[in-house]
């Protein structure tokens, strides 16, 4: 799974990343006119499987979709698409035809933008009560979304935001890793050993633990013998808890560079010392900030 280097973070872009403001924008998910649902299905073809702590779904709150959009067609080769007249504040992702993300403008400016990252669970009641029972708290409360199934948005006991969804369509089935789509999630946080203990259980993860480097805690999170998730010790002071979604790339120091050229900021660099040289950490245009990993077959 992905992994990070200690290389300090400017104040101002340190700032960007770990801003919870996702959490307002949950309403984005509605039409601002009409109130209309804006939320694909989860899986195209209805699976009726829930694979409990895998990240199924990414959402982009942007302050600029032109701006936002450019750069991430450029890298990835991701298109938009209106899914509403009513709302043309939401957007649809593709990749090669296949929905993988919403993109919604975030009118705040005095906001960044910021992706929130969806972990899928069978029971969202269950998993809701769960985290009232461990420290954490509920944002925002579980609401039925027609083709998307039931959400919610939870803190986990340091604070870290993320969505919760039991779809109703299913999961979809894990495939092998794709260039330019999703890889998992990464969470930035000051106690490694208290996060993980409430995401096992949340989600029933298997953990492991990984030797990253002598000053930072790296714990892998698994479930059925898939890997789903990563938890890594914050070795900043001025750094608060934060989900980073990961994309997979075949050229991660190629990819660096152009996203660099489009106007994106490099947070982290490729280090040979981590993960031999294949992750870096990305702010969009707008403020987004994502991981890239190198495929492992390449």
Known sequence: MTTHTEKHISGCLVQKMVATLILLAFLGLTGCASNKIIAPPISETATDIHYSGKFVWFDLFTTNITAASNFYHALFGWNFKNTSEANPDVKTVFQHGKPIANMIYREDKSKSSQWLSYMSVPDIDCA??????NNGSVYKKAKEFPDRGKVAIILDPQKAAVALLTSSSGDPQDDIFIPNRWLGCELWTTDVDMAVSFYQKIAGYEVNLVDVHEKVQYRMLSKDDKRRAG?????????TPEWIPYITVEDVRKTTVKAQELGGKILISPDMSVKEGQIAIISDPTGAVFGIQQLENN
Not at 128 to 133: E, G, K, L, S
Not at 231 to 239: G, K
Request: aromatic fraction near 6%; avoid cysteine; glycine fraction near 0%.
């Open 128 to 133: 809701i009560a769960t985290t009232q029972n």
């Open 231 to 239: 938890v890594v010790s914050i070795p900043w002071s001025d750094i």
